[in-house]
């Protein structure tokens, strides 16, 4: 129990191009989801946590108009890359909580397998 | 603010010796502590977690972690490790009280099990 899902696991696109990356929570309903990005060796940085039906909040120093996340289902959020850049290269991981029984309130997060986005 | 610090970036180990990889945090409120281990190129899977209760927690794969409130460590312990425990492990600290806060992470640790 408690699946997440990322597509694609790898994409690579051209410099200037969008990229939309999905994140699914299988088998429970994900009120908060989290988007994390990861340098090579590096720990893991949040960029921005949305909840299902608003407006997601971003971490300081992460641009909100070209880190694009919607979070229009309890089961279901995207981040969209626009106009990406090499410099955007790297591993995005999402990861969800909330919503199943048993978990209220644990705090505790399932994360998706991630995304490795190369630009070229 | 919350802050998580593990001391050591890598510990090479052989195989079927025990290890310990060490956490440490710092917060001003009470805290959930995780032990997350990832494998190459996959995301973060969950070890162990501590949220209340017994302060020994055991998880998956033979792992076990203390919780150490005075200490404000929560190092991650195996008593026998295998060539497929070779993996980043992060232990991570979320604080409770609030809404579903955000997982504070360590910067990591890479575990090596030589044969």
């Known amino acids: 129990g408690a699946v997440v899902s990322q597509h694609p696991s790898r994409v690579i696109c051209k410099s200037g191009t969008s990229v939309k990356i999905e994140c699914r929570s299988l088998d429970f309903q994900a009120t908060t989801m989290f988007w994390y990005r990861q340098f090579p060796k590096k720990s893991l940085m949040l960029m921005a946590t949305?909840?299902?039906?608003?407006?997601?909040?971003?971490e300081q120093g992460v641009e909100k108009d070209k880190f694009l996340i919607n979070h229009a289902s309890l089961t279901l959020s995207t981040l969209t890359v626009t106009s990406a850049h090499p410099e955007d290269s790297s591993f995005y991981i999402c990861s969800a909580s909330g919503g199943r029984p048993g978990l209220a309130g644990t705090y505790e997060q399932y994360f998706g397998p991630g995304t490795r986005l190369t630009v070229t | 603010a919350q802050s998580v610090t593990q001391l050591d970036s890598q510990v090479p180990v052989f195989e079927e010796a025990p290890v310990e990889l060490r956490c440490n945090y710092s917060?001003?409120?009470?805290?959930?502590l995780f032990w997350y281990v990832q494998y190459p190129n996959q995301g973060l899977q969950l070890l162990l977690k501590?949220?209340?209760?017994?302060?020994l927690v055991k998880g998956i794969n033979g792992f076990e972690a203390e919780f150490n409130k005075s200490q404000t460590s929560f190092h991650l312990r195996k008593p026998s490790v295998h060539i497929s425990d070779t993996a980043e492990y992060f232990c991570a600290v979320n604080s409770y009280g609030g809404s579903q806060g955000n997982l504070i992470f360590g910067k990591g640790t890479k575990l090596s099990v030589k044969p």
């Open positions: 949305s909840n299902e039906g608003s407006k997601a909040t971003y």
């Open positions: 917060s001003s409120v009470s805290v959930y």
């Open positions: 501590y949220l209340s209760g017994s302060t």
